[in-house]
């Protein structure tokens, strides 16, 4: 009672939509290979312009996880600590 059901993307879900990106955005392939399963489903919905709460929510994660997960993400993809999630964010969806 007054529990939310709560559904997240399942492997096959997941491992659907990465062709699909990867065919419109071929560069995530190469970003693909840099990073864990995790990292590259954050990529992912990164570069598909999903707002960090839907992030957070659809990868059942916390926001500090969230936060820690995309500041490496950015030392290693982008090679920066400044601003680091915010110029993350910005460097996927340019790519």
């Known amino acids: 009672m007054g529990h939310e059901r709560k559904e ?8 659907t939509l990465y062709p699909l990106v990867e065919e419109f955005y071929p560069e995530m392939a190469r970003i693909r290979k840099k990073t864990s ?6 990529c992912v919905l990164t570069k598909l312009d999903c707002d960090l709460s839907d992030i957070i929510y659809l990868m059942g994660v916390s926001r500090a996880y969230m936060s820690i997960t995309r500041k490496r993400l950015s030392e290693r993809l982008v090679h920066t600590n400044e601003d680091s999630a915010k110029l993350f964010d910005q460097r996927i969806k340019e790519q």
């Open 37 to 42: 399963e995790t990292e590259y489903q954050i």
């Open 8 to 15: 997240y993307p399942t492997y096959d879900d997941w491992h």
